[in-house]
C-alpha cells in the first residue's frame, strides 16, 4: 500500500507465531482454553505473537512462561502454519510455529489469557469445532492419526 500523500510504501506481513506441542509421559498433550477472543473458550496449543526482533524460539518459551509459568525446553521444529487470527474481514494472517517441547520446571496454571490447562489422550482431543483456528485443527490431526496431515 502506498501514502498518496508522502509516497511511503507499506507492505503487508503475516504476523509470526510461536507454540509448543506438550506431551506427558502418558503421551497426553497439554491444550489451553482461550480466555480472550478471537474465539474466547475454545482450545488451543499455547503460545502466541512474537514480538519485535525476537527469535521465535526465545518467544515460545516467553509465552509459555507468561501464559502457564512453566519453563519448556524447545526440541524439534513440528510444523509451519498459516491461518487468519480472527474471522472479520480486516483480520491478519499468521505464520504460526510449533516446537515439540517439554516442560523443565513448573506444573501450568492459567495466566495472561488463557483460562485453563488440560492434558488430553490423542484419542481425547477435542472436534475441530471446539478448537480456536483451523491451523492448530492440522497441527492435532497428525496426533489423532488423520490421514494426509502432514508437516510444512
Not at 509516497?7 to 482461550?34: C, F, H, K, M
Not at 502466541?48 to 502457564?68: I, N, T, Y
Not at 517441547?101 to 469445532?129: H, N, T, Y
Amino acid at each position: 500500500m502506498t501514502c498518496p500523500e508522502c509516497g511511503l510504501v507499506q507492505y503487508a506481513s503475516s504476523e509470526p507465531t510461536a507454540s509448543a506441542i506438550l506431551r506427558d509421559v502418558a503421551g497426553r498433550l497439554l491444550l489451553a482454553r482461550r480466555g480472550a477472543e478471537p474465539h474466547l473458550g475454545k482450545w488451543d496449543l499455547p503460545g502466541g505473537f512474537l514480538e519485535e526482533g525476537e527469535h521465535p524460539l526465545d518467544g515460545v518459551r516467553r509465552e509459555l512462561r507468561e501464559e502457564g509459568g512453566v519453563e519448556i525446553e524447545p526440541l524439534e521444529l513440528a510444523a509451519i502454519e498459516m491461518d487468519v487470527y480472527g474471522s472479520d474481514d480486516g483480520s491478519p494472517w499468521t505464520l504460526n510455529l510449533y516446537w515439540e517441547a517439554r516442560i523443565v520446571s513448573g506444573d501450568p496454571q492459567p495466566a495472561d489469557d488463557v483460562s485453563e490447562f488440560r492434558w488430553f489422550a490423542p484419542d481425547e482431543l477435542p472436534g475441530d469445532d471446539e478448537i480456536a483456528f483451523p491451523n492448530v485443527a492440522r497441527v492435532l490431526a497428525r496426533f489423532r492419526g488423520s490421514p494426509g496431515a502432514t508437516a510444512r
